[in-house]
């Protein structure tokens, strides 16, 4: 089937805010006089909701309301260090207005909170470009989990076998292709060997000149 919709991940995908998580989470880890046991721990975090990422970052299953609270502190440090704010994925800017050209519904499917997106994309002027954001308030299960992505296509009017998601996570990239849709990967925060392995089609370093259609 033609693709009709395009979905984009936040993170990694739309703004470059990697870094600021990864300090993020290496501040909350110093607080609890925790030594990660590998050097990459961070990518443990990627795509996955904040109180599920503290669980996988301990290594135990922490009671629900402990995981939230260490995943609020988490934030708070996140939130102090994006002040200065993110910029853009080189080239998504101009890749959303060839969309919006040829009437290409466009939708945001993020494990980030409705806040930070409002408040990182409005910041970019790239909010106001998505008729659907689905965020982590909406929905029950976390990227591997496909319900976010089957929620935005709902969003969007769209089958879920005619849409194209931009990745940059392997659990987001898992998510997509249990959707039923095509999945594209952006090598922000893993390599491009990792993101095929999990799923997608294709891989690209931005969205730098990429056209429509594909």
């Known amino acids: 089937m033609t693709t009709l919709g395009v979905i984009f991940d936040m993170d990694g995908v739309l703004i470059d805010s990697g870094a600021h998580h990864r300090a993020a989470w290496r501040a909350l880890l110093e607080e609890l006089g925790t030594t990660p046991a590998r050097p990459d721990y961070w990518r443990l975090t990627i795509g996955r909701p904040g109180h599920e990422a503290v669980s996988l970052l301990l290594g135990r299953d922490l009671p629900w ?22 910029p853009a994925v080189p080239g998504v800017a101009a890749f959303i207005d060839v969309l919006e050209r040829a009437g290409v519904p466009r939708a945001v499917a993020t494990s980030a909170s409705r806040h930070d997106v409002d408040r990182l994309l409005g910041r970019l002027h790239l909010r106001e470009r998505f008729s ?5 308030e909406d929905v029950r299960s976390g990227k591997p989990d496909p319900e976010v992505y089957l929620r935005a ?7 879920p076998r ?8 392997v659990v987001g ?6 959707a039923g849709m095509q999945v594209i990967g952006v090598v922000t925060a893993h390599t491009e060997e990792e993101l095929r392995a999990a799923g997608a089609a294709r891989v690209i370093e931005d969205f730098e000149g990429l056209a429509w259609p594909l």
């Open 162 to 169: 005619a849409c194209l998601v931009f990745e940059d996570s």
């Open 173 to 178: 990239v898992q998510a997509a292709r249990r």
């Open 65 to 86: 309301p402990e995981a939230e609270r260490l995943a609020d502190r988490k934030r708070e440090h996140y939130l102090r260090l994006s002040r200065q704010g993110f």
């Open 153 to 159: 296509a709902e969003g969007i009017a769209v089958p």
């Open 132 to 136: 659907v954001v689905v965020a982590a």
